[in-house]
């Protein structure tokens, strides 16, 4: 089983950016695809961007395409997730979160997470 810590929340401008890491305990990192949420106050987690077990593919929501970069570092047994150009909607909980092989967008097809980083964009 995969455990998973994240990092490198924090307060940014907009325009700014940040870099949020998500280490991962155990021996199946090579196998999962993982995942990076987000949820703000009082609204659903809603899919950020994911990464597949070979690192090959990734995916993106259409509210971050173009601004935030997901990759892993198998070495490091870290995922991380590059935000530019942040806006002050980009303001949520963050939370990475894996499974085995597959990708997925429903938060509810995944049982490992993380226990989530603040993120804040100031106008």
């Known amino acids: 089983q995969v455990q998973l810590v994240e990092s490198g929340g924090g307060l940014a401008q907009a325009g700014g950016s940040l870099r949020l890491s998500c280490a991962a305990s155990g021996r199946a990192f090579t196998d999962y695809a993982f995942m990076w949420f987000r949820q703000a106050p009082e609204k659903e987690r809603d899919f950020v961007a994911a990464?597949?077990?070979?690192?090959?593919?990734?995916y993106y929501a259409d509210s971050v395409k173009g601004r935030f970069t997901i990759s892993r570092d198998n070495a490091k047994n870290t995922v991380y997730l590059q935000m530019n150009g942040l806006k002050p909607e980009d303001s949520a909980v963050y939370y990475c979160a894996g499974g085995p092989f597959v990708v997925t967008r429903l938060p509810a097809h995944l049982e490992v997470w993380g226990q989530g980083t603040l993120v804040t964009v100031s106008s």
């Open positions: 990464i597949s077990w070979s690192g090959t593919s990734t």
